[in-house]
């Protein structure tokens, strides 16, 4: 049972180099969503996805793009990737309804922007 | 706005030592709350949960209760091992409000536990 898988876990971009990272799921949810993780910073919100054909922002959207074009791929698109950039990003799911609904993460992608 | 504020590691123990990580959260309505563990390389998994007033959400030994009137969720353990070494992360999900993403988690900043034998 796969779960949330990204790809690539890791690449190494320079400044303005473009890039796709891509997250898929297996479990059927509705929500998926797009974090990323700095040291002392916990997880921050990019984008994230009610739904198949719908994306919106979250808390740090700048620089990037998304896209659910099918219900198990959500996408997210560096168009010129910036050192602040580097990071470890994190996709996750879940079901969306209801108060106890868990979280489903996949393992990380680390990026490394020069 | 919904926040949630844990404390800041990095924490520190010897085998078998009590753990307590403070919790504490702001939210609209009645919040869900959780507690999150990532161990080293890998993604976040879910530790417990609690999703109304005076719940205890326990697993693997950890406990934490949901308590209003502090707007707290502390973690605890009462015997810690060195396989709990990892980052713990408190999350909340606010109550749900017509229209809104219901799925949304809001994550504290993360601590650091090691543990030695």
């Known amino acids: 049972n796969a779960g949330v898988t990204q790809t690539p876990k890791f690449r190494v971009l320079k400044t303005g180099q473009s890039m796709t990272l891509l997250c898929a799921q297996d479990m059927n949810h509705e929500y998926m969503y797009w974090y990323r993780q700095d040291p002392g910073m916990g997880l921050r919100l990019i984008h994230y996805s009610v739904g198949e054909g719908t994306t919106a922002k979250g808390e740090v959207p700048d620089g990037y793009n998304v896209s659910r074009l099918k219900k198990q791929n959500f996408l997210l698109g560096l168009e010129s990737a910036a050192p602040s950039q580097t990071s470890v990003y994190f996709c996750a799911s879940n079901s969306g309804g209801g108060p106890s609904g868990e979280l489903f993460f996949g393992e990380g992608s680390r990026l490394t922007v020069l | 706005g919904n926040s949630v504020t844990q404390m800041e590691g990095p924490v520190t123990l010897s085998e078998e030592a009590f753990l307590t990580i403070n919790c504490t959260y702001t939210?609209?309505?009645?919040?869900?709350l959780f507690w999150y563990v990532q161990y080293p390389g890998e993604g976040l998994q879910l530790l417990l949960k609690?999703?109304?007033?005076?719940d205890k959400g326990s697993n693997k030994g950890f406990e934490a209760t949901y308590r209003k009137e502090t707007t707290s969720f502390h973690l605890e353990k009462g015997s810690v091992q060195v396989s709990d070494s990892a980052v713990y992360f408190c999350a909340l999900r606010r109550g749900w409000v017509r229209g809104s993403t219901l799925g949304r988690l809001y994550f504290g900043r993360g601590t650091q536990l090691t543990v030695w034998p």
């Open positions: 939210a609209t309505g009645y919040p869900s």
């Open positions: 609690a999703t109304k007033a005076d």
